[in-house]
Each structure stands twice: as structure tokens, then as C-alpha cells.
């Protein structure tokens, strides 16, 4: 249990942490407090003791812990209020009726990523919402197709084809014909299924050379499967190699690594927002990832923004708040 005023020590060396990423003094607290520099050193060290602040060895002064970070989160933080400027940024794009929730989504974090200075992320809509509208192929050379995924969500995906010379343009034309006709509407991630089970006991009556059309067309699928599956749009990728605590290449390299693990920033089942610190984050230990999820319209993904565990909690959290309230992320 901590009393009222080491909650406003531990909240005063939290926010000043993450605006000057120096160790706080004792001197500095004196003048947010009214409070002797002893009596503000003894709550330091007691802080200290329970294990949310860290004593700098290199300069006087003490850090937030991860503890702390994690302390003034569930405890002392309060969301802090959007200035007009950001939110006539982000009401723009929500006023765009050129936009569909998708690019709504990823200009919001573009938005997000430059007022904050962050990494911004958008896992978009998951494969299981997106259903095959058409396939389409173009010849380009001899032996070389393009082939056109198009779904219901306006999501288009292309795929060059290599085939054999004994393969007729006529034939890749009946497959695509069947695939159409068999297939139009079925969920993408089912799709390649529905070949295997489906298309692939009859094509031999159309097609003669069916086995190498059915497995290129296979591989195609699979492919959009797993694209569609992991729709991600990072902005500001690099933004983190600006704070001080990201002058390690080691360090760089780790969280470079990590970003391309796109299923650890998944947000939980619950709509909240939640706030992963330091090693929760699963990406470093010196970093945080602030996550929600949206669903509307049977369209779902989640948005991430990840920063140093220095971040700037209040503001981040208030900016994700209101993109959910003016996406309607609340929905189910």
C-alpha cells in the first residue's frame, strides 16, 4: 500500500521520465510538492524498495520500473485531453465518405504515427469475412498468366502463373469458367479446400492437362490465404531508432525481428484497450505496445501502437479511444 503523496511522487518521476528520458531528482520533486528534499528522498528509496523506481547508477536520480510504468498505468494515469488540431486531423479522414473502413483505419494511424512520433499498426480484416467475387486471367507471354483474386471486399490480389507450352490459353480459361462457377462466394481461407474436395474430382472432364493447372491454382490460394490473413499496414516502422534508448544495433536488430511476428500484436478477444509494458510487449524489453481491437460490420483486425516504455501512455490511449468511438470499434 502507498500513500497519497509517494502516488504523487511515483506519478510526477513517471511523467517527467518519459518527457526528458533523464533520471528524476529529489529536487526536482520538491518543486512539483511542497515537501522537505529529505522527506522526498526517503519516499524515493521507499519506492525504490517495493520496487517502482530503479536508482540510475551513472547520474543521481531515479527511473520508473517496468512495476512503476505498470503502477501508474492501472492506477495513477489519466487520459490526456486531444488538442483541437489532432482531432480536426482524424475528424477529417472520419468525414471522407471516399473511404471505406479499411482506409479509414490505416490514414487514422497515419495521423496517430505523426502526432505521436510512434510505430502505428493495422492488422486488418482477417480472411474468413473476405469471399471470392471473381478470378480472372490475363495471357501475358507463352507460358506466363496473371491471375486476378478479386473478393467481395474490394481486395484484389495477383499471382503470375508459369505453365507449360502443352498448356492451351483455352484450357486455363475452362478452369477459371469452373472455378467461377463452383466457387463464387465461398470464404476465402475455404477456397482451397474447396478445390481439393470440389473442383478436383471433375476438372479431369473438362481440362486435359487439369493436374498442373489444379495445383498451380492451389498455390495461388493458398498464397492470398495467408496474405489476406495477415493484411498488415505499419506506419512509422522506424520511428523507434529516434529514442535514446535505441543506440544499440543489437537492440535495433531484435525489434526489426519482431515486427515481422505480426500474430504477437494481435489484440485479445475483449474490446478494452490494453496496454502491454516492457516484457509483456513480447517484442523488447524496452518497449510498450497499446492495442485495441475493432469490429464493425463483420470487418475485424486490431490497431497497435508501439513505442519505448517511455511512452506517452495518457495520450496514446486517448487517441485510440477516439478513433474506436468514431469508427464504432465498440461494436460487436
Sequence with gaps: MISEREKKILKIIVEEYIKTASPVSSSHICKEIKCSSATVRNEMVYLEELGFLEKNHFASGRTPSEAGYKYYVDYLMQPKNMTGEDMLKLQTIFKNQSLDLSDTIKKSIEIVSEITNYTSIVLGTSAKVNRLKQVEIVPLEENKILTLVITDKGVVEHKNLYLPNTISTLEVQKTVELINKLL?????????EKLEYEIKPIIGKYVKQHEILYNAFYDAFSEFTNQT???????????????????????VKEVLSKFED???IKAEENNGINIYIGSESEISDEMSVVKTKYNLGGEEGTIAIIGPKRMEYDKVVSLLDYIKENIGGDNE
Design 229 to 251: 490473413n495477415n493484411d498488415v499496414h505499419f506506419v512509422g516502422k522506424n520511428n523507434f531508432l529516434k529514442q535514446p534508448e535505441f543506440n544499440n544495433i543489437e537492440k
Design 184 to 192: 463464387v462466394g465461398t470464404p476465402i481461407n475455404e477456397v482451397s
Design 262 to 264: 505480426v500474430n504477437s
